[in-house]
């Protein structure tokens, strides 16, 4: 009997969202629109329908992926519905999320892609300092519920603030961020965190932008960068050592792939496939100009054995880590983003707080919070006072009164944080400038939960701290927090 034809494995990463555990990105499509010219819809649809034929039946995009979302519609408008997985992705600015204005993003999606539902609808967020990221998802789960959204995503979130939104109560389903030999940040906490919730990963850039492929095996350092994707991947290479320490993954990589009779690339998405929490990984597509559908599907027809491994893990440990968790490669620097540099793009986002000057003492500045016992009480979320600035013991109070997080002392405990450094921020510091801290945490058991949130936040600045457990904490509330910040350097 002869053998059947390789289709690629599937996952079910919910109940009713089984997809390829391949998943054909569209990033570039803004790449080769970059003149201004949309690609040819009849084209591009022939091309999309290849891939859905071959089993790749899932298309993944965003508002910002040029024609992207258009041309997916228009192919499903002939193929019809249920033919291929729509997911794509919100990407807005911070700013204040109301019930229209998320609404508007959705609805935007589903008029570019002539659809009555998105498959999986995948959120981006700039700024966690700024909360509206919370009112989004709330809003969100609730086109959810409505059904004009199959399931929830977040891209590039890290793991703290995905563990927020899911101990909110958010039914998130995947997170999609970077991951390959090159980048293994989500193999850390971020594994940690999808054991403990049940997200999966969708895991993109697993070629660095086609750096880990047959054709740079040996070859000497690009000095002509073509494209965006190759463009933003030469920067986690120069960040994780260099163009040598990369051949020598690429030349253990290529052993395995001699070995396996498969392409470096199938190597380097399979030990991506194979980590823990990743559901499926994202591979490009250039339509109509070129095509790895069948390179893809070999894929499916091998594993990696232990000494396989082993060599990569060797060759690995000559690269640096990519600094931070994931995501921060658009939040703060190095900028490992195609356009380079985002601090001028992040200094524009709007600030959460307005300082105000004092009514009894002018020389001093204050924020507030919004909170309803900030005019009740008589005192401000932060003052400044010459070069200190000091904030009052802060919870995790959403708006007026909404907790986040109920019964759920690490993400209280980030909340806060975000909120303390914004409230520093709008009197002209930063995180860096704390000086002292001081935790009170309801239940002792939680306290180790919570300092190693304050770690991750302080870490590098190691403020002092005193963090005590005071059973009588006011509201539902697990943790509060206040912070003294010094700018006088």
Not at 120 to 131: K, T, V
Not at 258 to 274: F, Q, T
Not at 391 to 414: L, R
């Amino acid at each position: 009997m002869a053998d059947r034809p390789l289709r690629p494995a599937r996952v079910e990463l919910a109940p009713g969202l089984e997809m390829p555990r391949v998943l054909t990105g569209l990033w570039q499509v803004a790449d080769m629109e970059r003149d201004g010219r949309p690609l040819d819809p009849d084209s591009a649809g022939k091309a999309l329908g290849e891939y859905a034929d071959a089993g790749f039946d899932a298309f993944d995009m965003a508002d910002h992926y040029g024609s992207a979302e258009i041309l997916v519609g228009r192919y499903l408008a002939k193929a019809g519905p249920g033919h291929a997985r729509a997911l794509t992705k919100w990407c807005p600015l911070p700013g204040p999320m109301t019930p229209e204005v998320v609404r508007d993003g959705v609805r935007q999606r589903l008029e570019r892609l002539g659809l009555p539902r998105i498959d999986l609808l995948q959120f981006h967020w700039w700024q966690y300092r700024h909360p509206g990221y919370l009112d989004a998802m709330l809003e969100l789960d609730r086109l959810r519920r409505e059904g004009r959204i199959g399931h929830l995503g977040v891209t590039n979130f890290d793991a703290d603030h995905l563990r927020l939104l899911v101990k909110h109560g958010i039914p998130i389903v995947s997170n999609q961020v970077s991951f390959s030999l090159l980048d293994r940040r989500p193999a850390g906490r971020m594994t940690d965190v999808c054991r403990e919730t049940g997200v999966k990963l969708l895991a993109y850039g697993v070629l660095a932008g086609g750096f880990l492929s047959d054709r740079w095996v040996g070859r000497p350092a690009p000095t002509d960068i073509p494209d965006w994707s190759k463009s933003k991947y030469k920067r986690f290479i120069d960040t994780v050592g260099g163009w040598d320490v990369v051949q020598r993954v690429l030349t253990a990589t290529k052993t395995i792939a001699v070995k396996r009779d498969v392409s470096v690339a199938n190597v380097a998405a399979r030990w991506v496939l194979e980590q823990e929490a990743v559901g499926a990984v994202i591979i490009g597509a250039r339509l109509g100009e070129r095509e790895h559908r069948g390179d893809n599907l070999a894929l499916f027809g091998f594993a990696l054995d232990d000494a396989d491994r082993a060599r990569l893990a060797e060759a690995q440990s000559l690269l640096r880590e990519i600094p931070g968790d994931c995501g921060d490669e658009y939040r703060k620097p190095p900028f490992l983003t195609a356009s380079g540099d985002l601090s001028h793009h992040l200094a524009g986002l709007p600030r959460v707080f307005q300082a105000i000057a004092g009514n009894a003492r002018p020389e001093r500045a204050a924020v507030d919070s919004g909170s309803r016992w900030e005019p009740i009480a008589g005192y401000a979320r932060a003052v400044r006072a010459g070069s200190r600035i000091l904030v009052s013991g802060t919870t995790a109070t959403h708006g007026e009164s909404t907790v986040v997080c109920p019964g759920d002392a690490e993400g209280q405990a980030v909340y806060i944080l975000d909120k303390i450094g914004a409230a520093i921020e709008a009197l002209g510091g930063e995180l860096d400038d704390v000086v002292r801290t001081r935790i009170y945490v309801r239940d002792a058991a939680h306290a180790e939960g919570v300092a190693r949130v304050h770690g991750r936040y302080f870490g590098a600045v190691r403020p002092v701290n005193t963090l005590v457990a005071i059973a009588g904490l006011v509201g539902d509330y697990e943790v509060e927090i206040e912070a003294e910040a010094d700018l006088s350097r």
